[in-house]
């Protein structure tokens, strides 16, 4: 029986008719450069959400006070009348933030079709936000005030945020270009 190769044979060659393969360093070098621009890619989503979320809590604090506002004065009986007038308030605050701010590289430059879907999917996170407090205040009859604030502004803009946030990110101020995000 034939002695079996060293170790180092089997290791280091290989047949003539195997494709090379490349060095390890050039693998290595290319992958930097991948890693960088992953790394500034997240960077730049994170700065993106970090704006969005800024921009949200601005308008969330606008939304809150304009919709007790009204349920303690001119709509002390209508809270979903309540809700869609501060959300109307909250929209314009939304959108001027987003615009300028959280998506001010993409925003494209027909302004009255931008604000044209804006304002449709701020019609979807409304429709949202109402549904949870239709449910909880007319099907569930938690009517008290603090019920109210929990399912609009707590369950309801939970939703409608995170709809709200992949509806700008794909539809409205979406790039012209077709890059990936």
């Known amino acids: 029986m034939p002695d079996a190769p060293a170790l180092d044979e089997r290791v280091t060659t290989r047949p003539a008719d ?3 393969v490349a060095p390890a360093a050039s693998s290595a070098s290319s992958a930097v450069p991948a890693r960088a621009a992953v790394s500034a890619r997240v960077a730049s989503r994170l700065r993106e959400l970090a704006t969005f979320g800024l921009v949200g809590g601005i308008a ?5 006070g304009v919709y007790n506002l009204l349920r303690l004065t001119l709509l002390d009986d209508k809270p979903i009348g309540a809700k869609v007038v501060s959300v109307i308030v909250a929209t314009a605050v939304a959108w001027l933030g987003n615009r300028y701010l959280t998506f001010r590289a993409d925003r494209g430059r027909a302004v009255l079709k931008e604000a044209v879907v804006f304002g449709l999917v701020n019609v979807g996170g409304l429709a949202i936000a109402s549904l949870c407090l239709f449910v909880s205040h007319y099907v569930l009859g938690h009517t008290s005030q603090l019920a109210d604030n929990i399912a609009a502004n707590g369950v309801g803009l939970v939703l409608g945020t995170a ?10 101020f979406a790039p012209a270009t077709a890059d990936v995000r």
Not at 60 to 64: G, N
Not at 163 to 172: C, D, E, M, S
């Open 163 to 172: 709809f709200r946030y992949v509806a700008y990110r794909w539809f409205v």
């Open 18 to 20: 195997a494709p090379a």
């Open 60 to 64: 969330f604090v606008v939304d809150v």
